[in-house]
């Protein structure tokens, strides 16, 4: 038995001032099921996808929220870790069809950031690390950390950082709905504002509003299939950490992936990960295993990780791009390509969702139903 | 920040354990150091406006956090600084 | 048995201002000049009272020897005047810090920059009466002072603690006494956020009335003289009033110097006289005498008499990072000063 995604649906992601957190949801759930040509009453489950609605908006119980969306109210959950939030959703609902409990079910990723300050949405975001072993801590400071760590033992170089930012943005002049439609030289990047030294603001994700569903099923067997997937956990703190140049957390959910799907880097075409931070993309391709560990900069900067080159990385524009509205990420991540599939543009895909500084990890193997 | 009492309660046992411990830097960046002291690793703040870099040695101490009103209870951390 | 102080710590925090630099900032006459100070210490934004106490006692409880175990101080008192707290103690905060265990009598003393030592004389009749093995008192500020006003260019920051006790002394306790009245020289009400002081009231019916009680009382009732210490220290709340009284009693200015610390770090509150007995137990010899006198606005004074150990040079030869040595010329300007005292 195999998961299927019968349809799907991307909100814009950006600024979304007149975008509340419910008109989100809403958004992505209607438009997923009339991609799906689904009635709302054929959903047997809801699975959602958020991180910061408790913090940002005092709003719990999500899923009851989004079940309430549905004359049926079907059963439903929401599910949190992070910024890895939406693959593990994704997780949630593959494994409720699998079980053979229900056979449709829909999977709604969200979050709604912009209407708080930055240094509120920092605060938030900062939730995400160990509170009292990293206390004091934000992302940007926990990945500068990763990034020098990386640059001391493999000679990463700025310019490597800043290619991966340049090609994101590049890239996400082909998606409409990204929230950046602005490109970037390396030079650009090179020259933005330090943020936490050495990562500077082009090599950061944004703060973004936007919502991505979809529905899968296990009793249609056309449209995109999930072929395998992956989790991987490690210790919340960097402290902790093994070790500080790669994410074991993505080598341990791929190797499951690989596995189960039976594809190897090779079979790949390409990859949505999670490019939090530039350092993230560096390292998710190196523990990919789609580049050597240690060459993912070099990589990057020779083009390598864009159309033409070994693997198409980031299509949509990445998180960096395309923008990271954090529970949506994951969900929006398997939609874009389950799309890019539907069209004829890729034939197997793979997606990469990290939480926190990589104490979650979830990779999906998505591709053409034969 | 509102620091609860409870909260502050917990954690003021476990200072005394790290506190003036001596150690190195592995890496720092913006007020922020992940260091290794003996055999294990640690993440703390550092000193208010200092700059570490790799190699430095350092030394937990006790600072205050800043965070609080007037009202709310003073809250206190370790932080690490240059020896 | 002889009772005295087996450790000290001491705790200045690593910034510095000119009085130059105020005077200049304010448009006026360098008052620190007149004053006899010519730069004072800054706390750090994150550093407070409690913080500077713990690396005082910090330093004081690495220099206890072996014998002696931190988990037998049993009294704990902090004397200053900006503890974090109206209610709740900065010594059950600098306690759980230190982690010095529950049996602990602690309380928090305010007598302005003579909180420290009467904390110091509450200790050591702890210790006396075998209510308690060790005792460890702290003497520590954030001293505030209004903007443009004299005491901008004196009040300083920083700590010291000491532990006594009636084994392995560093310097036992020959004699003490104290003097107290009501006199209103210096005063801050609970809901402001610098003192005001009486001018010129400040000196003669105030430090020094009190200052002079407390030493003729002390030399009267051991039959000392002045000839007979080694050093002498008074409160600084400036570099004029200790040379000033001294003379006065008939000090020579070389037993006084050691003490002149506040030329340099301004006047520390209630850790003045506390860091400025560590900074002469730093550079002490064998069998030398001390005599220590401090002041508290409001007013009293504490003297002290302490006779230092004949192998007091051996017994702290380990001892590192003395008070001398932590004076760095680290100096910041008005803006970044202001930025640290919260303006």
């Known amino acids: 038995m195999k998961v299927h995604i019968l349809g799907e649906y991307i909100t814009q992601f950006g600024e979304l001032w007149d975008k509340s957190l419910r008109d989100l949801i ?73 079980s053979g409990r229900y056979q449709t079910v829909i999977v709604v990723g969200a979050e709604k950031m912009t209407d708080v300050g930055t240094q509120q949405s ?65 030079d650009d990047v090179n020259r933005s504002e330090l943020v936490a030294d050495p990562i500077r603001l082009l090599d950061c994700s944004p703060i973004s509003d936007g919502a991505a569903a979809v529905v899968l099923t296990t ?92 693997v198409v990385i980031n299509p949509s524009g990445g998180l960096k791009a395309c923008g990271h509205p954090v529970g949506a990420t994951g969900v929006k991540q398997i939609a874009y390509l389950s799309k890019l599939i539907r069209k004829g543009k890729l034939q197997v895909g793979l997606t990469h969702n990290v939480g926190g500084s990589g104490a979650t990890a979830v990779i999906h193997a998505i591709g053409r139903s034969k | 920040m509102i620091i609860k009492p409870a909260d502050y309660w917990r954690k003021s046992k476990k200072i005394s354990k790290l506190l003036g411990l001596s150690g190195k830097v592995l890496f720092a960046t913006n007020g922020f150091a992940l260091v290794s002291i003996g055999a294990k690793k640690y993440e703390f703040q550092t000193v208010a406006g200092s700059k570490l870099n790799t190699g430095d040695k350092i030394v937990t101490v006790f600072r205050r956090l800043n965070l609080e009103n007037n009202s709310s209870l003073v809250g206190y951390t370790l932080k690490v600084k240059k020896i | 048995m002889p009772i005295g102080i087996v450790s000290y710590g001491a705790y200045l925090p690593g910034f510095l201002i000119k009085s130059e630099e105020i005077a200049t900032v304010h448009r006026s006459n360098n008052f620190g000049i007149s004053l006899g100070v010519n730069s004072k210490t800054v706390p750090d934004f994150d550093e407070d009272t409690a913080t500077i106490s713990i690396e005082a006692g910090l330093q004081a409880i690495s220099r206890l020897p072996k014998s002696q175990n ?74 505030q002072s209004a903007p443009g006003d004299a005491l901008e260019y004196t009040a300083g920051a920083g700590g010291a603690a000491f532990v006594v006790g009636k084994n392995n002394l560093l310097a036992h306790l020959v004699h003490t006494a104290s003097v107290t009245t009501d006199t209103p020289d210096f005063w801050r009400r609970p809901q402001e956020t610098h003192p005001q002081h009486a001018g010129r009231f400040s000196g003669e019916p105030a430090y020094f009335y009190h200052v002079k009680s407390a030493t003729q009382k002390i030399l ?106 932590q004076i760095k010329d680290n100096f910041i300007s008005y803006t970044d000063y202001c930025q640290r005292m919260g303006r």
């Open chain 1, 122 to 186: 920092t605060e938030f975001l900062a939730a995400a690390a160990d509170m009292e072993l990293e206390f004091g801590s934000s992302f940007p400071v926990l990945y500068s950390l990763l990034t020098q760590a990386h640059m001391q033992k493999y000679g990463t170089t700025r310019d490597m950082l800043s290619s991966a930012s340049s090609k994101n943005h590049r890239h996400a002049m082909d998606n409409p709905g990204a929230q950046f439609h602005k490109q970037f030289s390396i």
């Open chain 3, 220 to 325: 009267t009732q051991t039959g000392l003289s002045p000839k007979d210490f080694d050093y002498c220290l008074f409160h600084t709340p400036n570099g004029k009033f200790p040379k000033a009284i001294a003379s006065e009693l008939g000090f020579t200015p070389v037993q006084l110097k050691h003490s002149l610390l506040v030329q340099n770090i301004g006047n520390l509150y209630a850790g003045s006289t506390m860091v400025g007995l560590a900074g002469i137990l730093d550079i002490a010899k064998n069998n030398q005498k001390i005599l220590m006198v401090s002041y508290g606005s409001g007013s009293g004074s504490d003297a002290f008499i302490w006779q230092c150990s004949p192998n007091l040079e051996d017994l702290k030869k380990t001892f590192t990072n003395p008070v001398r040595s």
């Open chain 1, 219 to 310: 009793k249609n067997t056309s449209g995109p299939i999930i072929l395998g997937y992956g989790h991987g956990s490690d210790s919340l703190s960097l402290s902790d950490r093994q070790s500080l140049t790669s994410l074991s957390s993505t080598v341990s959910a791929a190797k499951q992936c690989y596995s189960e799907s039976r594809l190897t880097p090779n079979d790949i075409e390409m990859a949505e990960v999670h490019d939090c931070f530039t350092i993230n993309e560096i390292l998710a391709i190196e523990d990919l295993g789609f580049f050597a560990k240690g060459k993912g900069g070099e990589a990057s900067l020779k083009g390598k990780t864009t159309y033409g080159g070994k």
């Open chain 3, 70 to 143: 931190p988990n037998d101080i049993n009294t704990l008192f902090i004397g200053s005047e900006s503890h974090p707290y109206a209610v709740k103690p900065t010594g059950t905060i600098v306690a759980a810090a230190l982690g010095l265990g529950e049996n602990l009598a602690t309380a928090d003393l305010q007598f302005a920059c003579k909180a420290g030592t009467q904390g110091l004389q509450i200790c050591l009749s702890y210790v006396k009466s075998s209510m308690a093995k060790l005792g460890m008192a702290i003497g520590a500020d954030t001293a």
């Open chain 1, 26 to 98: 809403q958004e992505a759930v209607m438009g997923s099921l009339r991609d799906s040509n689904m009635k709302s009453t054929e959903i047997e489950a809801v699975f959602v996808s958020n991180m910061g609605a408790g913090i940002l908006e005092n709003q719990l119980h999500l899923g009851a929220l989004v079940s309430s969306m549905f004359p049926h109210h079907p059963p439903s959950m929401r599910i949190e870790g992070a910024c890895a939030s939406g693959g593990l959703a994704m997780i949630a609902g593959e494994q409720a069809l699998l």
